[in-house]
Every structure is written in C-alpha cells, then in structure tokens.
C-alpha cells in the first residue's frame, strides 16, 4: 500500500468515527477550513457512542501498529483525559496470524538450517499472534519443550511508513486541536517510535530476559524462561516453554486454593525489588505477560515472558523518588516540592510554595478516603499532571515506571481486592533508604569507585591547580620585574608540595576504601590497615607552616 493510500484510509477512518469533531475548526487556515466542510461524512450524523470508544474502534480498524500504539497511550494517564485512557485500555492485541510459510522461511533464513534440523518437532500453527511477531511451539533434539517467536515479515516498512504519518498527524493535532499542546503529541509519537522499532531486534528482548533472570536467579519470586541463544537471532527468539496458570484466571487459582493474598503481596514486592535494588524493571507486565505457578498453591510464584520493554532509574531518581514516595505518604508537600526543584524535575525558578499549593489541593481530597481504597498508581498520575502545570519535562524513565504501578496496583487488587499498597510500600521504602546511606552501603560505592579515582590521580594536581588560580584571575595584582621571580620560586615550591599532599590524601583515601572488607558496619570495627592509611590521609591534609 503507498503511503498516499495509506493517508487516504486514515482520513477515512477518521470521517467514519466523525474524529474531526475534536478539532478546532476556527484555527485552521481557510483553504483547509472550506475542505473540511465540504466533505462527505459532514453530512452523516455521528455515530452513538462516547470519544474514548470512537477513537478506540477508529484504531483498531486501522491495524496492528496503531492498536500497538493506542495501547501504550492509554498508558500516559498523566496526559489523557480518564475516559479516553479507560476506553484505549480496552485495546487488545488480537492479530491474524501471517502464512506458516512465511514463518517457517524466516527461521529457516536467520538460523540457517531446516526447521527439521533445527528441531524434533515444530507446530507450524502459531500458539498467538501479535502485531510484531507470533510464536510458535516446538522441541529441541535434546527434548527440551520451547516457544519460538518470530517477527512479522516485512513488518519495518509498514512500522517507519506508518511512524512518519503519525508524526504528520500528531504536528496537526499539536497545532489544531484544544489543548494539543498539552497533550505533547510529537513526544508521545517519538516515545512509540523507540519502543517498537527496539522491538523489532528480537536480541534486545532476550538480552532483557537474561538479564532479569539473572537479578531473581535466587529468588523465589520470579521466574523468567531460559533464552537458548544458539537459536536466537534478530528475527527469531527461542525461550524455554513455561507452564503457568494465566493470573487473570481466577477461577482457576481458586481452586487450586492459591494463597491469592500473598500473590497480591508478592507483585508489589518483586515492583519494588526491580526498581529499587537492580533499576532494572520489567515495564510491560500486563496480565497477558503474566503466569502463576501453582505447583505450591501456599507458596505461589510468578513467572514473567515477554520482555521487549524494560525499564531504569539512575542513582539519583531513584533517592528522588523514594524520598518523594515517602514524603507523599508523611503529606509533607513542602519537601515533595523542593525534591521536585532539586532534582530538576521542575525548573529552578519555580516558586516552591507555589508548587507545594498545589500539591496540597491534589493531595488532600484524596487521603481523605481510607489508605486501602486509595489508587497509588492514581495518585502518582494526579502529581505528574499538577507537575505538568509546572512545566515539568517528561521523564521517559518515571511514565514507565507509573505505568508499570497502575499494571501491577491493579492486578494485585485483581486477585485480592483488600490489598493496600501503601502498607507493603512504605516499610519497603523507608528500609531502602536506610540502607542506601549506612556505612557498608557507602562503603560498597566508595570501593566501586576507587579504581576510577586512583585512574585519574596524575590529572588531578593540575586541574585543582588551575581552577584555584582561575578563581584568583580577577583580584590578582599588576606584577612588577621585582616579585616575578620571588613568586615564581614560591609558586614551584608551593606547586610541589600541594601536588605531593593531594596525590598522598587521594592514594591513602583510595587505598583506604579499596582494602574495606564487606563484614563491617562501622568505623569501629575497621581493621588496623584501614586506620593507618585514613591517618595517613589525615596527616597529609594538616596544615603545616611553611
């Protein structure tokens, strides 16, 4: 299909579902203007159904990306209204699968033998179908059961043409219609276009699995499938094949007498693990993704696929965040506004009570309902909204972290409707931040860093050296033929000895941290090694007299 038919099917679509009335009419030039009155659904009556409904049907008629797209909006409840988020959330990803050929050649070409050779056995016909790839079951010569997941031929075409009639539509929408501006388009747009053109590189995906493997490998909490990378190419991935009760059947984990209390508690415990201890977060953990294993209905445990969308925090949005978590939960709305400033989340001019106003009218209404009916994930997109009225820029990294909480919020009420969050949270984070900033936490950073500074020691004198003299460039007298000399001989001998002191202070400090053992909690408990080079530093740094 060519991009212009391609243009002319969307126009379409948008006329049937009668879209355009959303748009501002009076601020599009007259030629545009004229055009749109004339055309021919202006005449039909609209169809009988809300905005959210209209603009959810509208996408799924126009195919797989845009469904893909329409559901990772409903995601940014930060920038939609609820009723449009509600209704895009209803999206499902049910797609025709493509010809069995055509996926039997794709693996045949990328691992470059028979699927006969590369298998025992291999059902042709696809377990499910996706908007970028489908999977299919099959057995290794070895007998191991795996899924083999193959990527839609000829698929990146369609995404890039598709991608670039998105950013046009998204630049009319910024430009013509209300608040659409607000709702930042281009940026949601471009969002969508790193998400789905990473998933198209199915290594990326399996590199995530391993790798969150890996952070549960001793944990009871989380299973992930074995990738099997001599099978593993960019268009094919080949996983061990889990055996796991949906956690959306219900009815299921009832009777098998799961512990659907614990369940609930668990999800948010393995949330909270994944973003506070590895910064490493499966952040598309909807129910489609999700498996319980039952084996122990009292001891229940989940198992995750599908990890093409992996959320990060740096260190530092990390201590902003839980510190911002916990001052919500102390309704200390001062310190949330000023952690907002200080990590430049909002811009350094705002007026901290200004900002802190406003997160007091959010706030309030809210707690005043009992902890357990209050929605943690909500309240989190009310504060990146008020946020927004702040001009606060829009960190990627936190809207996949708000929306992986709403997913796991509202799954864990899925299986046992009482769950507080607030009450598995807050210990959680209040122990976190504990930790971060005990003497062994603090330690551990300063002997991962130690080799970096140790590195960069030759270099150091002479920056210190020209920064403190760049200080002193504009208070510096006029010299005369007379002091020159005497202040050059001062300045060699001075040189010389600050560089000796500042290369003794940074070895011993340096050597120092890198001999900390990992048992010990407090300075008491140092071994005599230790002491001496921190003496050894402190001896260095006392002033003498020249």
Known sequence: MS??????????????????????????PALPRLALGLTPWRWQAPPDMARGERIRRALEELGPVFIKFGQMLSTRRDLLPSDIADELAKLQDNVPPFPEQQSITTIETALGKLVGELFASFESTPMASASVAQVHAATLHSGEQVVVKVIRPDIEPIIRQDLALMFTLAKLVERFVPEGRRLRPVEVVGDYEYVILDELDLRREAANACQLRRNFEDSKLLYVPQVHWDYTRRDVYVMERIHGIPVTDMDTLRERGVDLKLLAERGVEIFFTQVFRDSFFHADMHPGNIFVNATDPAD???????????????????????????????RDYREVAQLHVECGWVPPQTRVQDFESAMRAVCEPVFERPLGEISFGQL?????????????????????LQKTLLNIEGLGRQLYPQLNLWDTAQPYLEQWVQDRYSPQSLL???????????????????VVRDNLQGKDLDFRPVPTPQTTAKQQQSSGAGTSRQRRQFIGVSAALAAAVTVIPDGWHTLADAPGITWILLATAL????????
């Open 300 to 330: 229940p445990s989940y198992i995750a696929v599908d990890c093409a969308i992996i959320g990060s925090l740096s260190d530092s949005d990390q201590y902003y965040l839980a510190r911002n978590l916990l001052s919500i939960f102390r």
């Open 380 to 400: 989190l997109v009310y504060l990146f909204r008020t946020a927004g009225r702040f001009d606060m820029q829009v960190q990627p990294s936190l809207v996949l």
């Open 3 to 28: 991009r212009l038919s391609r243009l002319a099917r969307i126009f379409r679509t948008i006329g049937r579902y009668r879209l355009d009335e959303y748009i501002d009419k009076q601020r599009l």
């Open 539 to 546: 001896a260095l740094l006392w002033p003498r007299d020249s």
């Open 444 to 462: 551990r950073r300063l002997q991962r860093q130690a080799p970096s500074w140790l590195e960069q020691l030759p270099q150091l004198p002479d």
